[in-house]
């Protein structure tokens, strides 16, 4: 009997005439396995043996292509096809997470975005004369960040109370100011 899906009415592996499909165990971050249970509604508590098929999971979590038999699923995956509860949230703001995202951060159309394997940077250019990188916020792996002035960091005093980004409000809240950081003004907070 090959694994059955945990998702209610999903009739993968079901039958023992049908295509198999990939399933996949539980996340083992608490927060993102917690989504999973949500997303499946009645207070569902996953065990070691519970399984969500690849029919639960858009293409863009996941690694590879779905006609490959050993499918993996990014750290950041959600199942958000055929669930019986919707969820609107992601899991948690991951380097992996903005990676993929990056785009809806680009908020003002003098910014720019650079994502490579262990850096993501978001910086503005001024056309006026030669075009320079005015300010640009880098944002590393561990989602410790850096806000520089042409090509040169500014000062931890910038009235930023944290050190990593783990929310999406952080970073849009640091793209938002990142004039008033470079000309070194008193940012008033929401
Ligand atoms: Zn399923």
Redesign the pocket.
């Known amino acids: 009997m090959p694994t059955v ?1 945990c ?1 209610p009415n ?1 009739h ?1 592996n079901r039958s023992r005439y049908g295509p198999y499909v990939s399933v996949f165990r539980f996340p083992t971050n608490d927060k993102v396995k917690s989504y999973w249970e949500k997303a499946i509604g009645n207070d569902f508590k996953a065990n070691s043996s519970s399984r ?2 690849i ?2 999971f858009e293409d863009k979590y996941v690694c590879g292509t779905r006609t490959n038999s050993r499918l993996l699923l990014k750290r950041s995956a959600v199942p958000t096809l ?1 669930m019986p509860k919707l969820i609107f949230e992601e899991p948690y703001f991951s380097f992996e997470y903005l990676s993929e995202n990056y785009k809806q951060f680009i908020i003002d159309k003098d910014y720019y975005a650079n994502v490579t394997d262990d850096l993501i940077c978001f910086y503005k250019i001024d056309f006026s004369a030669v075009p320079t990188i005015t300010s640009s916020v880098k944002i590393f792996k561990n989602m410790e960040f850096e806000i520089l002035k042409h090509d040169k960091t500014l000062p931890e005093n910038l009235n930023v109370e944290f050190t990593k980004i783990n929310e999406k409000e952080q970073l849009l809240y640091l793209l938002q100011n990142l004039k008033a950081f470079e000309e070194g003004k008193e940012i008033t907070k929401k």
């Open positions: 899906c998702v999903c993968s969500i098929c029919e639960h055929f």
